[in-house]
């Protein structure tokens, strides 16, 4: 079946270095993709999106990059702070108005 | 910021209780969705709504139901809950498929 899925599922990264979460998807057809930050105790919020005609979207310290020949999306965090420890998922968008979420990556920033 | 709002934020109840997972967003979206989530797991979607008087089940086989009469509301019911529904609930909404669904901080549900 089709999935949604992460490398890593934990990542520890030194406070101001810069982290990469990665996610591979299987499903050539997804046209939308999501970045998710959850924070324990709390839902997931909205972080960045992409759609499946761009390679790339920076916001504020992070970058979205997509690349459909492999089917795979990162997400770069730059200048990491404490703040920032927390689990990330991926979401995927079958365009079916639905959302598959992967795994998620836990991301512990070391002081 | 999305405005979503669940409660009861905690619950531990008994076996055979009916319980409702209330969720309220004020943003007027057509779209809204639960999902069921374990501890450091991923996301599985149970329900979903496109509008009122409109539910669909999700990818997730759940005993639980949805109601969606009115737009800015979307409960969901366990009829006699089981230690099996232990878990955490999760809503969200979405203005439309293009958008980003923004999530409530969810229940934690316990049943013992």
């Known amino acids: 079946g089709e999935s949604v899925g992460l490398h890593l599922p934990t990542l520890s990264v030194q406070e101001g270095d810069n982290s990469i979460i990665n996610c591979a998807y299987s499903?050539?057809?997804?046209?939308?993709f999501i970045w998710y930050k959850q924070e324990s105790g709390k839902g997931p919020q909205f972080i960045i999106d992409?759609?499946?005609?761009?390679d790339k979207r920076q916001g504020q310290r992070v970058t979205v990059l997509l690349n459909k020949t492999v089917k795979h999306l990162s997400l770069q965090i730059a200048a990491t702070q404490p703040g920032d420890s927390a689990v990330y998922f991926c979401?995927?968008?079958?365009?079916?108005?639905?959302?598959?979420f992967g795994t998620g990556t836990r991301l512990t920033i070391i002081p | 910021e999305a405005d979503i709002y669940q409660t009861p934020r905690y619950l531990v109840i008994g076996t055979g209780k009916k319980i409702t997972l209330e969720c309220s967003q004020t943003?007027?979206?057509?779209?809204m969705y639960w999902y069921q989530q374990d501890p450091g797991m991923e996301l599985h979607l149970i329900h979903y709504?496109?509008?009122?008087?409109?539910?669909e089940k999700g990818d997730l086989s759940s005993e639980s139901t949805v109601s969606r009469i009115r737009t800015e509301h979307f409960p969901l019911t366990l009829e006699s809950a089981r230690p099996s529904h232990t878990s955490q609930y999760l809503c969200?909404?979405?203005?439309?498929?293009?958008?980003?669904?923004?999530f409530g901080d969810g229940t934690r549900l316990s049943i013992l």
């Open positions: 969200a909404s979405s203005p439309n498929s293009d958008q980003p669904q923004h």
């Open positions: 499903n050539s057809a997804s046209d939308y």
């Open positions: 992409i759609r499946s005609n761009m």
């Open positions: 979401a995927e968008d079958f365009g079916n108005e639905k959302l598959t």
């Open positions: 943003m007027g979206h057509d779209k």
């Open positions: 709504s496109y509008g009122v008087n409109s539910t």
